[in-house]
Every structure is written in C-alpha cells, then in structure tokens.
C-alpha cells in the first residue's frame, strides 16, 4: 500500500482502527451504527436524550472516555432536539436523517479505502490523500463530498480522539463543545450556528452530493527552492515595478455572494476555524456554517505559520443567513449553482489568511507591514504563475548583486512599464544564466494569457483582520492591493461592509490608479506613512494623509 505513510499521519486522530492494512470499525459500533440506521422503531433513538446516550456509547466502543463528555454536552444535545426544534422537525430528524448518517459512518473505513486507492492517481504523482498538513509542509488533499460527509458526522457524534492534538497544533473538531455552549450559556446565534450544521445534514441525507473538495497548504519558502514561490523582503516590495491590478469596490455586497468565479477571503484565525465549533460567529465562522465542509479542514491542518495560507477549494453553500455576530441566523435552505470543474469540485475558492491579531501601533512597524503583506501574498498566489513569481523575485536578487550602473537598463530607469527579468529556462535557457533582459508588461501579461486559462481570477475581500483583530482598515485595504497586483491577479473586489473609515477609498483607489503608482511606488508610500504614524508625527488615516 502506497498510502500508508498518508494513512499513519492522519490514523491517530481518526476514530476507525487500523487492522492487517485494512480500516474496520469495531463490531460493537457497527452493532450500534446498524441499529441506528434502521431508524428510531428499531433503535428508539427519537430525541436528544437518548440520541446523546448512543453517543456515549460509540465513544465507549472505540475506547473514547466518556468521562469528556460533560453534563453541558448531554444537555446541549436535549436542548437542541428536543425543546428548540420543533416536534415536525425532530420526527423528521430522528426517522430519516440521523439513519442515514448512521448508515454514511458505517461505510467510512471503505470511504476511506476507496479514497487511498485513487489519491495518487488524482493528479499525475502529487500525493492527495488524507494525511496531516504539517507546518512548513506545501501539500494538497483531495476528499470527495461523501467522505466529508462521514467526516463531519465524526464530529456530531464527536468520535475524534484528542490525541496529542495539541502537541501538533490542531484544534477541536467535535461539536460537544458547540451543543454544550448553547446549554451553559444560551444564545440565539449559537442555535442558529447549530442549525446550519443540522441543515447541512439534513441536505446530505436527502441527496448525497458527490464532487470533491481540495485542501491546500500554500507555503512561501524562506530559502530558494525551484518550484516554489519565496517569501519577499521589504526590499522587493519597495522595488517592484509591477503594475497595481484593478481595484473595485462595493459598499453592500457579501464575499460569499458573489457570483464571478474568484478567490475569497477567509479572514481567519491561525488555527482554521477559528471560533467555529466554540462561541465565534462572525466572518470566517459564518463561512464555515454555511459551507460547512470546510470544517473537514480542521482535522488535518495544523495552525497556519507566518508564511502560510490554506486554500479551499470545492465547498459547497448549503445555507442562506442574515445578520453578523450576535444578530446571526440561518434563514433557511441554499442551492450553490456555481459550476463545478473538471474535477468535480465546486468552484469556489476561499482562501484563509490570519492576520495580526490586536495589532495596535505595532501594525506600522516595517516587520509587521511585511508579515501582513507576504501573508495576503501567500493567500493569493496562484501556483501556475509560479515561473512568473520566480522571475519577479530573482531579478530583485540580481540587481542586488550587481553594481547599479551594471543594471541601469534593467529597472526603474526604464520607466514604470519596463520589467527586467533574467531569461529563464522556460525561454529556452538555463535557469542560472545571469543573463538579464527587459521585458515590458504587456509581454509579462500575454503570458500569463497564454499558459493560464483561468487568468480571470481575482481577490473578493474586505476588512481583513479589522474586526475581532483590531487592525486598521486602510491599511488593510492597501496591503491587500500591493499583495493581489504582486501575485498577478486581475483584480480585486473590496466589500466594505460600510466601514466609516473607508468612506474615501474610491477617491484614494483611483487617485492612486490615475497616478500610475507601482507596487513599489505604493509599498513606498505606505511604509512613509507607517513610519510617521509610529514616530506620532500623524495620527490621521492612510487616505486622508495620502490625499491632497
Ligand atoms: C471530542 O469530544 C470530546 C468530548 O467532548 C472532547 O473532549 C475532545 O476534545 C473532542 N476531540 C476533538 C478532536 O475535538
Ligand atoms: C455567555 O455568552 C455571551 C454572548 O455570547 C458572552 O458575552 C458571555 O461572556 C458568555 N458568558 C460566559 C459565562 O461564558
Ligand atoms: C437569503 O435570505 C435573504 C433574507 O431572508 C433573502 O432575501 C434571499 O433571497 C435569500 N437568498 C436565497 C438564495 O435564498
Ligand atoms: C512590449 O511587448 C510587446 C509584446 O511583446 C511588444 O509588442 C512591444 O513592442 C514591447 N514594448 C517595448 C517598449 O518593448
């Protein structure tokens, strides 16, 4: 079995036992899981209370100490079911969905088979399968629908072992913790979170969806590793000459509304998730009960690193909501009508960065100003302009090697339109010839035209990092546009969800559009800015400072 080093990372944190190379579950659980899925006449399980003490017993059978499993959560359980819920509702739920989740666990360690089988076949020779996503560790798993769905149903039966979790800086993936909270500490958003989850549930065992969903580690590489996108220093941000990509805004649109196929901002925690199974509930939370097989995420990938973003792929919206925070509620079912591509997966594409949290004055220190840029960078690079990247980068280190007068030709001198780049093997050339030509930017762009197809691919966000984190909007927004233009996105479009300071930012966007700025050019400006900011000799916004 190729697969098993996948399968050895990952086996701790599964609940299915590993056996002569086979996964099994054992036969008390599927005694138990068989009961259940032949519905509440054979296994009286028809409300909250007794559907917690199936719980206790599967996490019995698997050698899982019900000791963790507080009163809080046996009430949560009861709660839900059988008080918030409607009597309608509950039948519904105990006679047809909670027997045929019970039917998807016991089909999870053949779940899991078949998707070892095909993991290495996915996409020639990269390795998809099911493993931890370690720290510094760039990697892709490929999960279908169904198996997400017996993974999530894991976590309603809050199957998954803590074992050393925290020793690998994972989080909690079950959701005693979320049923608990609405028990010890009531409140509606809470219910409506839960809601979400149960709908999602209730859509799984109607109609099972069978694409796929793609999990990426994007990590920049602190040394140069071909293949792989570095991470930038404040001296490449401040020479590129690489032009600012278009800015769009909207006042009252939702990231996750719209409808152009993009990459969306999760603005997350390190640890992915966030707040979702705890008491959170605002962007990347919301995000998450409403398209809830990110969740799957959480139990394979370790908190993110400074120079780290995920990629998600392929998940699919099953609930439509209203309001924020304390406000949030599901308001009923949702039918995602994006397409879906080649294989299988449904395309929408969030991205989680995790911004500095509580950042203060601290954010318009230079080191801050670049761990926020390279992380929005991290999130928004596209591995097929990676070659693209790879010459952006090894010019600013050529030019750093050479007297100035040697590269003169090479860049800002040329004006804002010129490119310098050494020939690179794709040109036909060795990749260690210094040999340094000009290319200008419309060059730069047919070829990303030509060898990219899906070019048209730009950056829906908004006030990342501004809300719970604390930090400043207009500097956010800036270091948002340097980092898209820098990755060779088409455009950005940014959802103010009508922040006050941000009242100017289509008079300060087009200003700086209208003076042909660089990514240099603006890195430059906002890093003065910063500069006069923490030395207290301004305490004005970025646009009103900027603006004349
Ligand atoms: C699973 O649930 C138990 C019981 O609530 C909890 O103690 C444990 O931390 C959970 N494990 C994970 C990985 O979330
Ligand atoms: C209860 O929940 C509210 C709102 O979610 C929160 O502000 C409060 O701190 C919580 N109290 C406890 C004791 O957890
Ligand atoms: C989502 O809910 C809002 C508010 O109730 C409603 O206006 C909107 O039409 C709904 N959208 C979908 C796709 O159901
Ligand atoms: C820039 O590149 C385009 C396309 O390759 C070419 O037609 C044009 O002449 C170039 N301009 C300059 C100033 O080199």
Known sequence: MEHREDLKSILPFLPAVLRSCSLF???????????????????????????FLAISNLRDSIGLSSELLTDSVAEGYALFFDELMSRVESRKWFSEALPSLAALLLRLPSLLEIHYQNADNLIGGVKTGLRVLGPQEAGIVFLSQELIGALLTCSFFCLFPITNRGAE????VNFSQLFASIYSNYSE?????????????????????????????KVLSSKHVPLSVSYPNTDFWS????????FEVSHSGLIEDQLCESLEVDFANKYIGGGALHRGCVQEEIRFMINPELIAGMLFLPSMADN????????????????????????????????VDFMGRRKTRIVAIDALCNPRMRQYKPECLLRETNKAFCGFYDQSKQQLYQDAFRVEAFCEDKPSQEIEGLSGRAGSDQIGKPLSSAEGLNDGESIAVLINKSHIEQRIQAKEPQNDIGIVTGNWGCGAFGGDPELKTIIQWLAASQAFRPFI???????KTLQKIEQVTRWIVLHEWTVGDLWNMLSEYSSQRLKGKIDTGFFTWLLP
């Open 25 to 51: 579950w054992p036969s008390q659980v599927v005694e138990t899981l068989g009961t259940l899925s032949r519905g509440p006449e054979h296994s009286r399980v028809d409300s909250g209370e007794v559907l």
């Open 169 to 172: 800086d994972l989080p909690t």
């Open 189 to 217: 958003n809470q219910e409506h979170k839960i809601k979400c989850l149960i709908h999602y549930f209730e859509r799984l065992s109607s109609c099972m969806p069978m694409g796929c969903v793609s999990f990426e580690r």
């Open 239 to 246: 020479k590129s000459v690489v032009r600012l990509c278009h």
């Open 308 to 339: 780290e973003a995920i990629e998600i792929f392929g998940a699919e919206r099953f609930s439509n909501y209203t309001g924020y925070a304390s406000s949030f509620r599901f308001v009923g079912d949702y039918v995602d009508e994006k397409p």
């Open 493 to 499: 479009l940014y959802c103010t969800f009508g922040e």
